[in-house]
């Protein structure tokens, strides 16, 4: 799989090279689209790593609002990550930094009910 992705880039990389000295526009939506192609070809990969974190979280029996928090902090890091690459791709760094404060605030926002745990437990002691 990493080599049919590492192809894929390449391939459309050098066809972007080319395009955007003709056509600006079409080389960002050719580029877009690559990248939801590329997120598309690991999206397998990534519900096989959902997988077995649930079977693991199953199997030391942690609570399912924890594997919940988990998931979603995950997918909040990844769609932050791919919409702030896109924006940067599009030269709108400061949009990129804004989605990836946004992320970030969100996962810290998942974080805190998990951290507030911890330190009950911790002072119970």
Known sequence: MAIKIAAFGIFVSVILILLRQENKSFAMTLNILAGIFI????????NKILLMLNNLGEN?????????????????AYICE??????????EK???SKISLGGKILILSFAIPILNELIQTVLNL
């Open 82 to 91: 791919f919409a702030s690459q896109i924006c940067q791709d599009a030269g």
């Open 60 to 76: 030391i029996k942690i609570q399912s609002n924890y594997i919940l928090i988990l998931f979603k902090t995950i997918g909040i």
């Open 94 to 96: 400061t949009i990129a």
């Open 39 to 46: 997120f598309y070809l690991i999206l397998p990969e990534i």
